[in-house]
């Protein structure tokens, strides 16, 4: 089995890695991951990976933990894996997603960024790293002709 991430209050390298595996295989299964990210409870400093995709309403959040355990199942011996008690799954109704498009950051965000100790659109950010927000799927009326609003997938 693979090698579980123990999470401190600090983010680490293999805690970037284990997110963008586990990001790209949830691609690889067409899970509809349309923002993703991990986030650093200012009380408990603890930090949550979160993934919002539109079948955590359709499905149920049930079925969606159950498509990222089998991912974790199915993970090579020498590869690190997070626990689903370190993952939340969202629909698109997230608080943070909404903050941010509230904040109108959505226009100039690109994935793959860190910030924090920040409030956006109301809500107080500690600490978060971001892969994935795409602006389009998550209806922030961003014009079609405009592209950098959009973080495609992460490359194989």
């Given amino acids: 089995m693979a090698k579980e991430i123990f999470m401190t209050q600090w983010f680490s390298q293999e805690m970037l890695l284990a997110g963008e595996s586990l990001i790209k295989r949830l691609d690889e299964t067409d899970s509809q991951v349309q923002a993703a990210f991990w986030i650093l409870d200012a009380e408990d400093k603890t930090w949550k990976l979160t993934i919002v995709s539109p079948l955590v309403e359709s499905e149920g959040p049930k079925s969606y933990y159950r498509r990222i355990d089998n991912i974790n199942e199915s993970a090579k011996a020498d590869e690190y894996v997070i626990a689903l008690h370190d993952i939340n ?37 500690e600490d978060m790293y971001l892969y994935r927000m795409d602006w389009a799927l998550l209806g922030n009326n961003v014009p079609s002709t405009t592209t950098e609003n959009t973080v495609p997938p992460l490359s194989p």
């Fill in 89 to 125: 799954v969202s629909d698109t109704d997230n608080r943070i997603v909404k903050a941010m498009k509230r904040s109108m950051l959505g226009n100039s965000i690109l994935g793959n960024n860190r910030f924090g100790r920040n409030t956006l659109g109301g809500v107080y950010i």
